[in-house]
């Protein structure tokens, strides 16, 4: 045998060699994936029909959650109500702690929601609000909503569900609009039949606070419980 | 012996930041902003870690961030409902494990199939991935809808929010891959192939690399990696967003270019990536502990990354 042909045949063995360590090294890195799957399985297989079953069965179903909601937790939720006689008294010494103290935020967000309570005299009646001037003078004017109620002040002031407990963001924006509704409802309504100018209400409401200037003068809420007198 | 002190640079730079920083500002010293810092940089080094192996390929790879996404949304929606098959009429409900393994699969084939762009296609890398980033997103929001994906329970969540050892998870996880891909860089065949095609692809193809392959591998790993930073985000937040890691592919680039390595291939090292992510890392955390405007922020980076740059040009005329 000559020296090149030697050559050829030691160069071709160690490439089988190189081969063969590569294809143990795969087979074996596959062999640990499959027995991974075999103790840890990948997914489960189901009918679908058992599966429409079930998702019939949890469909979200929001304006019935948003009933149910109102309901049981509305209660605890007026409970934690402040005063927006001590709100104002902070505000006036440092803004910044009506944030921290009686604020609630969504994650990094810098607008925050607000749940308060207060009484006072109605002062005008108008198609979408009417304007409250407040019983503690110092605390000034509010406007109460008498329209259509939009945006998430109710869902994220009064904070019944979180983000989080819900499958996706759809289900948390379809349940603050059926909050929303709940309060037009239940609230808003009675409340536009009793406004009148010089009766007395006593009010729990909500509010969200993007902008400290514009947001305070008035402060604008969507009442969630109301008690009109004369 | 240049060469091994401008590999101390990055080191350099990062010593004299915090040691600047810790003097400014008393919270930047503290062990609780550090394992902060560390959890911030372990998505960035995932990334980074991918993409300094297509650098020293002589490629780049702009679709990391897309990936991220997609990876991020398939794992999240495989979670929170079954994937139907109705031509055999059953859905197959993925366990976490399976989803996570369903998420870094779909990192792989979308890093398969930037390799397969640039080297089948012969598709510039720049173009290829470009494309793909667009791909990556718009499939994201086909899955998702364009809404985000929440409520993931805790088995998935203690990948992004959990610790071990007092440490983050993530961070574990990210210094892993690290280390395990600068060990595939210097002491296997593959990395010294990667660091020969970056340095003269000609030379490689007359050697009798298989270049080719070799090249398509480094898009499926950083594809791969992309989907486990996705995973480590969706995680950490407990929510997949349709709009998560837009942007990411430029911090990535950015750690992998103040690293040291060189964005013609073939000259770096992931270690030097790793300083460079925590660079990028501490000067984000400093800034904001110091009150710096977000504005300005984004303007020290850029001249950071700059000055990174101009090093590295200077560098390459010296030798």
């Not at chain 1, 037009?184 to 309504?189: C, M, P």
Request: charge should be positive.
């Amino acid at each position: 045998m000559s020296a090149s042909t030697a050559t050829t045949v030691a160069q071709q063995s160690s490439r089988v060699i190189i081969m063969t360590q590569k294809w143990i090294t795969g087979a074996g890195v596959g062999v640990v994936f499959l027995a991974l799957c075999w103790w840890f399985p990948l997914f489960r297989i189901v009918k679908l029909e058992t599966l429409r079953e079930r998702s019939k069965a949890e469909t979200f179903d929001a304006e019935s959650v948003a009933a149910e909601l109102w309901q049981q937790e509305l209660p605890n939720a007026l409970s934690r109500a402040a005063s927006l006689s001590q709100v104002s008294k902070v505000r006036a010494e440092d803004p910044a702690v009506v944030k921290e103290r009686y604020g609630r935020r969504l994650g990094i967000s810098r607008a925050y929601f607000l749940l308060v309570r207060g009484e006072g005299t109605i002062i005008s009646v108008g198609h979408s609000t009417l304007n409250v001037s407040l019983e503690d003078a110092a605390a000034g004017d509010v406007e109460l909503k008498l329209g259509p109620v939009l945006g998430n002040a109710v869902r994220d002031s009064v904070g019944f569900v979180e983000a989080s407990q819900l499958p996706n963001a759809q289900q948390f924006n379809d349940l603050g609009a059926a909050l929303n509704r709940q309060v037009e409802t239940s609230v808003i309504s009675p409340l536009k039949e009793q406004a009148k100018e010089g009766r007395r209400i006593t009010f729990v409401g909500c509010a969200q606070i993007n902008n400290e200037q514009r947001d305070w003068n008035p402060l604008r809420l969507v009442p969630i419980q109301v008690s009109v007198s004369d | 012996m240049r060469e091994r002190l401008a590999a101390f640079q990055p080191l350099l730079a990062l010593i004299i930041m915090v040691a600047v920083l810790s003097v400014a500002s008393e919270t930047f010293r503290t062990s609780e902003n550090g394992a902060n810092v560390l959890r911030q940089i372990s998505v960035n080094l995932c990334l980074s870690t991918g993409m300094t192996l297509v650098v020293l390929s002589g490629g780049i790879d702009l679709s990391v961030g897309s990936v991220l996404a997609l990876s991020g949304a398939i794992t999240a929606g495989l979670i929170r409902r079954p994937l139907e098959v109705p031509a055999a009429g059953v859905a197959l409900e993925f366990t976490v494990w399976g989803a996570v393994v369903a998420g870094i699969s779909a990192g792989l084939l979308m890093g398969l199939f930037n390799g397969l762009a640039v080297t089948r296609f012969a598709l510039p890398p720049f173009v290829a991935t470009l494309g793909t980033l667009s791909i990556a997103r718009g499939l994201t929001y086909l899955w998702t809808g364009g809404a985000s994906t929440t409520g993931l329970g805790t088995a998935f969540g203690w990948m992004g929010t959990g610790t071990w050892l007092r440490l983050p998870v993530p961070v574990w996880i990210s210094v892993g891959v690290a280390m395990l891909f600068w060990l595939v860089s210097r002491r296997t065949r593959f990395g010294r192939y990667v660091y020969a095609i970056g340095g003269n692809e000609r030379a490689a193809v007359l050697s009798g690399l298989r270049v080719q392959r070799v090249k398509a591998w480094v898009y499926v790993i950083a594809g791969g990696l992309a989907g486990l930073a996705g995973l480590l985000v969706t995680a950490r937040a407990d929510a997949a967003d349709p709009n998560a890691g837009t942007g990411y592919e430029l911090d990535s680039i950015a750690a992998v270019v103040i690293g040291g390595t060189s964005l013609s291939g073939g000259k770096g090292s992931v270690v030097g990536t790793i300083l460079g992510c925590l660079i990028i890392g501490v000067l984000n955390n400093g800034l904001v502990m110091l009150q710096v405007s977000p504005f300005w922020q984004q303007v020290f980076k850029g001249v950071v990354i700059l000055v990174a740059v101009a090093i590295d040009r200077a560098g390459g005329k010296q030798d």
